[in-house]
Each structure stands twice: as structure tokens, then as C-alpha cells.
């Protein structure tokens, strides 16, 4: 069983930073891939970022690519996003999640754990 808890959502303005973090409870989690997914109001859960469980291996998606960085933090077990030169469009509520695979993948439905999800709000 793996449990996921998100936090460091909130507002900021446009141009700014911001920083979630994904702690991971899990009693093995070698096998396992780390993503976040965002969902706007009104329109589909997306694929923004993911890695393998090192945190190496990562993939962004274009949108995000050279502003969003994931990160791990060993003694934690603790999965960074940490998101930079925010866009009023990174304004959703965003997600971790994880499933049991060695490569990332982009489709919501294969992963099989999820945070709470934390809202991020970038204002113009």
C-alpha cells in the first residue's frame, strides 16, 4: 500500500515560484514511478512532470519544460515540484501519483495511487 500526501500549494503572482512536496509512505517503493498531474477547472487531469523512484529519469511535458524541476529527498522520502516562472495557465489543482512501473508514463489511468491534490493559483 502506498499513501501519498501533498503539500505547499497556494497563490502567488505571475512570474513567481512555488515549491510541492509529495511524501511517500510506502513499505517498498523500488519499484515504483512518481508523477504529477494538474487538472484545471472545466478541463482534463494532465500529465505535467515525472521520474523514476531516485527521482532521476525525469520527463516534463513541453509546457512546463525548463521551469518545473522534480526532486527526491532521500532521508524523507519526499518528492519535490518545484515550479518557477509561474503562468496564470499553471493555475489547477495539482497531483501526485505513483504506480508500480519502471519507466514514466504519461496516462492518468495507469497510475494507481494518488495524493489529495493541492491548489495553485497564479495571478496575472
Known amino acids: 500500500q502506498v499513501q501519498l500526501v501533498e503539500s505547499g500549494g497556494g497563490l502567488v503572482q505571475a512570474g513567481g515560484s512555488l515549491r510541492l512536496s509529495c511524501a511517500v509512505s510506502?513499505?517498498?517503493?523500488?519499484?515504483?514511478?512518481i508523477a504529477w498531474f494538474r487538472q484545471a477547472p472545466g478541463k482534463e487531469r494532465e500529465f505535467v512532470a515525472g521520474s523514476g523512484w531516485r527521482g532521476d529519469s525525469t520527463y516534463y511535458v513541453d509546457s512546463v519544460k525548463g521551469r518545473f524541476t522534480i526532486s527526491r529527498d532521500n532521508a524523507e522520502n519526499t518528492y519535490y515540484l518545484q515550479m518557477n516562472s509561474l503562468k496564470p495557465e499553471d493555475t489547477a489543482v495539482y497531483y501526485c501519483?505513483?504506480?508500480?512501473?519502471?519507466?514514466?508514463?504519461?496516462?492518468?489511468?495507469?497510475?494507481?495511487?494518488w495524493g489529495q491534490g493541492t491548489q495553485v493559483t497564479v495571478s496575472s
Open positions: 501519483a505513483a504506480a508500480q512501473r519502471m519507466t514514466v508514463v504519461t496516462y492518468r489511468t495507469v497510475y494507481d495511487y
Open positions: 510506502a513499505r517498498t517503493f523500488n519499484t515504483y514511478i
